[in-house]
């Protein structure tokens, strides 16, 4: 059941990511990436982690998205126009192959044919186990990641807001 | 019983129920408006117009349902339906009562064999998390609804509700989280657990009675940031009919007009289930059983039955003479019902040596509380109309201004103050 449902989920996030690269309407592409987010959110579930689950789907697929999904129709972004693509445009298949069968091997030499993913298996993926270890042992990192957003948001009002004489 | 099957039969039941209600939820508001504004409301359909909502799907199923030629078809089709499941989807996870525990019952030809069964889909470890994250995604519907209808109105329609949803989605998780401070769990059921008993022996322990002032504001804030999320008056920009014609749904007609109607109404009732489990304390009665709370559906029952039997007396038309009786029957009976229940939830000793009485304490152990958890849902269902009647809309700087500087820094220091006191005092 569980690799099952492993084997959908994965289906839907590979082809909703494929769909996102070749879909030529920025709205298509969007509506892709969330999909992509959802399915990504259902493998969280299935491997313990609710809570992180659930982040990913209220600040991923639920806020990060509608403001994409906002700014591209606020932009009012048309259908991509692709010109002829020559021979030499296919160029570029031959590479991701290539770089897609190192990132294979990679893996599969790492990691023993023997040694099997166990769904749920994972105890810790609870709001209180997350909120217990960045409180706790993680605090510093948290902190200083909390502050690095804050430098963040201060720096884009500041490059965006119109200059005041 | 098999657990799959007895789920199949859970889903079925609250499906239904909650289509129904649905249905009877707008037959309501119409009503409820139209005493307001000092009219009648419907009433040609049925006595007091109850079989309008019927007549009313008979009327959207049969419409023609056309398609404007200049629509991206795709995403128009698409958005009705994302609405309705991302509408529906949330009642899973909701508890509408404490557990059914029927024992075996032998009545001769009929056996009826052992239940037990939480009055609830799925019991979820983050349930208040499952529930701001899939209301949530009921966005895209609006959003995609209003682009791809590709009419300005609409698109306008569809814009203000992506902003209008990022803007109170903040205040209104900052506000949910000040009882989960208190209760410190996230599943619908801890949450309720944890808001049973009294304060000197009659004050509920819900969660707006306890830490006061600060759960009165946070409620307040959820319920404001609620009606932004679902669209409602004072904040239904999304669909400001003065300005936008129709908003989001100017293009829509038919089954897929029905849709969006259906999941704004089935968000509204999502919300206030949620705002009763989080702050009304779910299913515990208002005050004590000892003291008899248990007996006021039966006395509702019973006000009903007379004022149906005093208008029989004086009857306003001939027919009244003999429906306003039946009426008043029936009522009677589910006046006794109700209270040979809440007779046998207050003293279970009555039903000692009797499996049939035993079995129906069973049952209403397990309904009373349902009736408890309707009744503040539907109060709240009504505060939800009454404020439609009563308040004008907000322009559209000021429901930005109002969330960003109003309710945000109110919501982060009441949080802060609540963290503060659960850290010295909790």
Known sequence: MDALLFMIFAAIAVVCGISLVIQKHPISSALSLIGVMAALAALYLLLGGEFIAAAQLIVYAGAIMVLFVFVIMLLNAGTEKRGRRMLANYADLPILLLFLGIVAAFIANRMPPTEQVIFGNFKGGTALDIGRALFTTYLLPFEVTSILILIAILGAIVLARKEID | ?426
């Open chain 2, 1 to 426: 019983m098999n657990f799959l099957i007895l789920t199949v039969i859970k889903a079925a039941v609250v499906a239904f129920v909650l289509l129904t209600a649905l249905a009877y939820l707008q037959w309501l508001e119409r009503k409820v408006l139209a005493h307001i504004q000092l009219r009648v409301g419907p009433n040609r359909v049925g006595p007091h117009g109850l079989l309008q909502p019927l007549a009313d799907v008979v009327k959207l199923i049969t419409k023609e349902d056309m398609m404007p030629s200049h629509v991206n078809s795709f995403f128009w089709f698409l958005a009705p339906f994302i609405a309705v499941m991302f509408a529906l989807i949330p009642i899973a996870v909701i508890p509408f009562g404490t557990e059914l525990n029927l024992p075996t019952l032998d009545l001769g030809p009929i056996h009826l064999p052992a239940i037990r069964t939480a009055m609830q889909l799925t019991d979820l470890n983050m349930g208040v998390l499952f529930i701001l994250g899939i209301s949530g995604m009921g966005v895209y519907a609006v959003a995609l609804a209003g682009w791809s209808s590709n009419n300005k109105y609409s698109l306008l329609g569809g814009l203000r509700s992506s902003a209008q949803m990022i803007s109170y989605e903040l205040p209104m998780a900052m506000a949910i989280a000040t009882p989960l401070l208190f209760l410190n769990t996230l599943s619908f059921r801890g949450i309720v657990d944890g808001q049973a008993g009294y304060f000197f022996g009659f004050v509920p322990k819900w969660i707006i009675f306890q830490g006061f002032p600060f759960n009165i504001i946070s409620f307040l804030l959820f319920m404001v940031a609620a009606f932004a999320e679902t669209n409602r008056v004072p904040f239904d920009l999304p669909e400001a009919e003065n300005e936008l014609v129709a908003g989001f749904h100017t293009e829509y007609g038919s089954m897929k007009f029905a849709a969006f109607f259906m999941a704004e109404y089935c968000n509204m009732v999502t919300v206030s289930c949620v705002a009763t489990l989080l702050y009304l304390g779910g299913w515990h009665p208002i005050f004590p059983n000892a003291l008899g709370s248990g007996f006021i559906p039966a006395i509702i029952f019973l006000g009903f039955g007379v004022i149906s039997f005093m208008h029989a007396a004086r009857p306003a038309r001939p027919f009244d003479r003999i429906t306003l009786p039946v009426v008043g029957v029936v009522a009677f009976v589910h006046a006794a019902a109700f209270g040979i229940g809440a007779l046998l939830v207050m003293k279970p000793d009555l039903a000692q040596g009797s499996p049939v009485l035993q079995w129906v304490a069973s049952l209403a152990n397990a309904i009373m509380p349902i009736v408890w958890f309707t009744g503040k849902v539907i109060s709240i269902l009504f505060v939800y109309i009454w404020v439609r009647g009563t308040l004008p809309r907000f322009r559209y700087d000021q429901l930005m201004s109002f969330a960003w500087t109003f309710m945000f820094p109110i919501a982060v220091v009441n949080l802060f103050i609540v963290g503060l006191y659960v850290a010295l005092f909790g």
